[in-house]
């Protein structure tokens, strides 16, 4: 098995870092030091570490299993709620210490970076359109009311999605994500 690089260390360890303390709490001798690599060496692979959190962005947003969102051989209801279960489930094995890190980025520093708002943009947007993918599917279905365009009904979705994830963070608990998925699957998607 070949061994990861450095650049690679550096971008795990700056996901893992950015999003258990923060972008303005990371340092980027903290990113080298969890990453195991020379200070010195950071700047070899990025420019800086604002470039880091635009490639960390990137990189938790390939983790989020968006691609199962659009697979035709699952019932689309069933693939929102796995999706929304599996988002759920992490948090609670984290005990409600992490959020979403393109969320907690985007309030974080999306104010002083113009890279950073733009990839956090672009991360739902593409998370948007995913679920737009499957509530579209769902409609055709007959499953989920035409009232509303899937987009408009996905880009609600996540907002909710995103706001459980605060509440649930401030509770320590899972009541937010209960009510999240009583309105979104009881009432919304229905």
């Known amino acids: 098995m070949p061994r990861a690089s450095l650049r690679e260390n550096l971008i795990a360890a700056a996901v893992q870092q950015f999003h258990a303390r923060g972008y303005a709490a990371t340092g980027v001798k903290d990113i080298t030091d969890a990453a195991g690599a020379p200070k010195g060496s950071f700047y070899n692979h990025f420019e800086s570490k604002e470039a880091l959190a635009v490639v960390a962005l990137d990189r938790y947003g390939a983790t989020r299993r968006l691609e199962r969102l659009r697979d035709p051989s699952v019932a689309p209801l069933t693939r929102l709620r796995e999706h929304f279960e599996f988002l759920r489930d992490e948090s609670v094995r984290a005990?409600?210490?992490?959020?979403?890190l393109v969320g907690d980025l985007?309030?974080?520093?999306?104010?002083?970076?113009?890279a950073v708002r733009a990839t956090a943009r672009d991360s739902f947007q593409a998370w948007t359109d995913a679920l737009a993918f499957a509530i579209a599917d769902a409609q055709q279905a007959g499953e989920v009311a035409k009232a509303l365009e899937?987009?408009?009904?996905?880009?609600?979705?996540l907002s909710a999605w995103e706001g459980a994830l605060i509440t649930a963070r401030a509770d320590r608990s899972a009541r937010a994500f209960e009510a999240f998925f009583t309105v979104v699957f009881g009432v919304l998607l229905r």
């Open 95 to 100: 005990e409600f210490n992490r959020g979403c």
């Open 150 to 157: 899937a987009s408009t009904l996905a880009r609600f979705v």
């Open 106 to 114: 985007a309030v974080e520093v999306a104010d002083h970076s113009d």
